[in-house]
């Protein structure tokens, strides 16, 4: 499968702006078989949007469905959420040698995880837990 990378807004960043007051070109957005992002994102991130467009089986009508529940149902969500970052940090311990600079990327993995983008929907606490199992 061949994965799309796109600087267009995709329909779904509207709903997800109203939802969440997000702006363009502060995050990423996986969507079938592309990923959609206003600005450049590290190989760490790419990983995390692979595991979400895996879960949609790179297609953009199963990815509808998936966003339906992503946005309807605050543990799907978290469940997706996790399994992402999961997979984004797994990635990080891997290609990063520097215990300092994967601790800071790991701190910056569970403020994401953690905050307003998702619905706030788990603390720091439980997130950085969660991400290194």
Not at 72 to 98: C, G, H, S
């Amino acid at each position: 499968m061949k994965i799309k990378i796109s600087k267009k807004k995709p329909l779904i960043f509207w709903i997800l702006k109203w939802k969440y007051s997000v702006k363009w070109g502060t995050l990423v957005i996986a969507w079938g078989n592309t990923i959609y992002s206003g600005e450049n994102f590290s190989d760490d991130l790419y990983v995390h949007e692979i595991t979400h467009l895996t879960r949609q089986r790179y297609s953009k009508l199963r990815g509808l469905i998936w966003w339906w529940k992503y946005l309807k149902n605050p543990q799907f969500r978290m469940n997706e959420e996790l399994e992402a970052y999961r997979n984004q940090w797994k990635f990080i311990k891997k290609t990063v040698q520097d215990r300092n600079k994967r601790s800071v990327l790991l701190e910056h993995i569970v403020a994401s995880f953690s905050g307003k983008m998702y619905g706030n929907i788990i603390t720091p606490y439980h997130a950085r837990r969660m991400i290194q199992q």
